[in-house]
């Protein structure tokens, strides 16, 4: 029993080692396959499925040499797309992008692997005297980067057909790719040139497509590098003032509105509307006016502003303060939804006020807010603030009810 035990044994050592040899003698021969200058896309594929093999095996997946051949084989996937493309055949640019990311990734993999001993004479480790350390040597590393930093614009031009395409995660990882690698010390020695503002309009595109793929946190990571490199657009600051709604993260909200509005002037009536609800919210009220007064100043058009002059002067003052900067407000823009909602709430409450909302003056008041509050309700159906003070006043004037709008 015993005797056949270690023949069985011995029978797997020697298929285990037959197996290995085979996997290395697999990637030497798809080495010399890759060589050749004629290859086509599909025979580059072959290879790539040769090599797979040889990636799931326990000895050649762990070797630099392994993931680096499938890398290159990638590379060339890519290479050979591009080369058909510019004489005027179609290719399938996602596919080329795939197989340019995953030739990263496996380039990744071979450089995480790629460190060997220096061995002495006699075949033991040379020991750094300074760090107590092996000294070592990599095989594959310089090739590896410079292959890497040759396609260093490809990764930015397939990032946009990711985009375009609607992959919202690949364009985000083939454009972290090139952000990355442009600032990486290969490239700084290589003395490759990506301006910072290149930089920063790619990590914006990198923001977009973390936002549309609903990563917030992503989204606003990026969108701060593309404001540090210098991108200051105002579809920069949108995006990122979304993004951050999306998170509920106030504070951070708050700054970002402030430094757009800032950057940007009166341009954007939202950017005011964040700044004041968080005075209004904080009792800054000095500065809610100082901040409404200089933006009116710059331009006396805009409704919005009139409607938050309006409910701070409601805050501050009371009811009839408001109401003529909600009715300049409606003057200016008569669809400006949320103008009509405070004009027709402030009516509301002040039929209210004094606990009589059967009295004539409340009739009366009910009717002068009713057309403003059923053309918010019309202009912003799902709003529950505007449905509430609707079925109030139906509920007491016995006009109607919500569900008959």
């Known amino acids: 029993m ?8 011995s029978f797997l050592f020697l298929m285990s080692g037959l197996s290995a040899l085979a996997q290395n003698r697999l990637v030497t021969e798809v ?35 392994t993931w ?7 590379y060339a996937i890519y290479d050979k797309m591009m080369a058909n493309k510019a004489v005027g055949d179609k290719i399938n ?15 990744q993999v071979a450089l995480h692997k790629d460190t060997i001993n220096i061995l002495d004479k006699k075949g033991n480790p040379v020991v750094d005297k300074k760090t107590g350390k092996n000294k070592v040597k990599t095989k594959y590393s310089q090739e590896i980067m410079n292959k890497i930093i040759d396609h260093i614009v490809d990764y ?7 985009y375009s395409a609607g992959d919202w995660s690949n364009a985000y990882k083939a ?10 010390p290969w490239a700084i020695k290589k003395k490759v040139n990506e301006p910072d503002s290149v930089i920063g309009y790619n990590r914006f595109y990198q923001g977009l497509a973390a936002y549309q793929n609903k990563e917030y946190d992503k989204a606003v990571e990026q969108l701060a590098n593309a404001r540090s490199l210098g991108y200051k657009k105002k579809a920069l600051y949108d995006t990122w003032i979304d993004a951050l709604i999306k998170q509920k993260d106030t ?5 970002v509105a402030h430094e757009a509005h800032d950057m940007l002037g009166a341009k954007d009536p939202r950017y005011v509307r ?21 933006v009116i100043k710059t331009d006396s058009t805009v409704a919005e502003y009139y409607d938050l002059k309006g409910r701070l002067a409601e805050t501050q003052e009371g009811i009839d303060a408001a109401l003529p900067f909600y009715r300049k407000a409606i003057e200016l823009n008569p669809d400006l939804g949320i103008a009509l909602f405070d004009l027709g709430n402030a009516l509301y409450s002040k039929a209210i006020i004094n606990n009589d909302n059967r009295s004539k003056d409340a009739l009366r008041l009910y009717d002068e807010a009713l057309p403003y509050l059923e053309k918010a309700h019309k202009l912003m159906p799902h709003n529950e603030n505007v449905k509430n003070v609707l079925s109030r006043i139906y509920y007491v004037t016995g006009s109607k009810k919500i569900d008959d709008l």
Do not use: P
């Open 274 to 294: 964040i700044l004041i609800n968080h005075y209004l919210k904080a009792k800054y009220y000095d500065e809610a006016n100082s901040l409404l007064d200089e």
């Open 31 to 65: 080495k010399k396959e890759i060589s050749a200058m004629t290859l086509t896309v599909d025979s580059y594929k072959n290879s790539l499925k040769k090599i797979n093999k040889a990636l799931e095996h326990e000895e050649t997946k762990e070797k630099a040499e």
């Open 2 to 9: 015993k005797m056949r035990q270690l023949v069985l044994v």
């Open 175 to 184: 454009w972290d790719i090139y952000c990355n690698t442009a600032k990486c």
């Open 93 to 107: 640019s996602i596919d080329a992008g795939l197989a340019l990311i995953d030739g990263y990734d496996k380039m």
């Open 68 to 74: 680096w051949v499938a890398g290159k084989i990638q």
């Open 251 to 255: 504070i951070y909200l708050v700054s």
């Open 156 to 162: 930015s031009a397939v990032a946009g057909d990711f």
